[in-house]
């Protein structure tokens, strides 16, 4: 049996290898590509086509990179398929520079020292392109470049300076909450847990300041619903005491 099997394995390995062979991948640009619905669209609109075999996105960067079969189908040809769609394909280099903008709302960003404090650490780090702090409303708008830098590490850095930054957005709908949880609890159990509340947006926990910020729909539920819907789910949050800054 054994011998069977490495017989009919050495007549299938050539055409494996041949398929391989045959794949190559390359990677662009999409214009208009901002979601994972957008993403979704692209990709079923993509995969219709033989001798395409697969895709990974980048939402951050507006990238896609595809693998195809080089026998079947050419990157211009794949590239002109999305052609007279809302989604346009342009070329992808690893030095482009690629600008976005993200506002991080950081109730914990108390005074102008703290602001003081994000911008210096900030400075001059690759990949930051500008930053505005505005701590009347406690959030710091920073422009960046996609492909030297990322949205998750630059919440990680204020992370690690003791703020706990969550999605920051103008909307007169939107609120912010801000609470205390134990110095024991699971800050990624108390993510999971917020985030499953209704109308949350984004939620951030701070293992270092024992703190959980949410970003949420006002029209749909309130600083106290939140405070109660975490005590049910076994987070033991409560509100902060009026600031007293030392910074």
Do not use: W
């Not at 693998?67 to 342009?90: E, F, M, N, Q, V």
């Amino acid at each position: 049996m054994k011998t069977l099997i490495l017989f009919f394995a050495a007549l299938l390995m050539p055409a494996y290898l041949s398929a391989q062979d045959n794949t190559d991948s390359f990677t662009i640009r999409i214009k208009g590509m901002r979601c994972e619905e957008c993403a979704h669209k692209v990709k079923n609109r993509l995969l219709k086509e033989d001798g395409v075999e697969r895709l990974s996105f980048d939402l951050e960067k507006r990238t896609t990179t595809i693998c195809y079969d080089h026998t079947k189908i050419s990157p211009d040809s794949i590239k002109s398929i999305l052609k007279g769609t809302r989604y346009k394909a342009s070329a992808y280099h690893e030095n482009d520079t690629i600008l976005r903008g993200m506002g991080l709302q950081m109730s914990d960003m108390h005074c102008q020292n703290c602001a003081n404090r994000i911008m210096k650490r900030f400075e001059g780090m690759e990949g930051i392109d500008s930053m505005a702090a505005h701590v009347d409303r406690h959030y710091v708008f920073f422009r960046y470049d996609a492909n030297r830098t990322c949205k998750a590490h630059i919440r990680e850095v204020l992370g690690e300076m003791g703020f706990t930054p969550v999605n920051y957005y103008t909307s007169k709908d939107i609120s912010f909450a801000y609470f205390l949880i134990p110095e024991d609890t699971d800050v990624d159990e108390a993510i999971d847990l917020a985030l499953s509340l209704e109308a949350v947006d984004d939620a951030n926990a701070n293992k270092r300041r024992h703190s959980l910020a949410i970003t949420y729909a006002n029209k749909y539920t309130t600083e106290e619903k939140l405070l109660e819907g975490l005590r049910s789910a076994g987070i033991k949050a409560t509100l902060p005491a009026p600031h007293q800054c030392k910074e």
